[in-house]
């Protein structure tokens, strides 16, 4: 996270943990890693549809996230669902910070 064009990409959780969106440890783990990073610096990626051999499909990722991340403001939710995403690929305009 000292690097400022390092980016944390929250994804494939169910490989490191199955249950990953009912384990309140796993939920903590998350958060850390996204709090050290901070939101303009962490992507959500569903994977889709490789995680649905795992039960793990969009909406499991989008529920799971947002249970996660349910104190964050909803600006900082815009950061980890898209405007990261955009700015790291830099997909078109480019979201102010």
Not at 9 to 35: F, H, I, Q, T
Not at 51 to 78: M, N, T
């Amino acid at each position: 996270a000292a690097h400022p064009q390092v980016y944390l990409k929250v994804s494939m959780l169910v490989y490191a943990e199955p249950e990953w969106d009912r384990d309140p440890e796993a939920a903590k783990l998350v958060r850390e890693a996204a709090g050290i990073f901070g939101p303009q610096r962490c992507m959500l990626a569903s994977n889709d549809p490789v995680d649905h051999k795992d039960g793990s499909g969009v909406q499991r990722v989008v529920a799971g996230a947002l249970d996660i991340f349910k104190d964050w403001p909803r600006d900082d939710l815009e950061w980890l669902f898209s405007k990261t995403a955009r700015a790291a690929y830099r997909l078109g305009d480019q979201p102010s910070s």
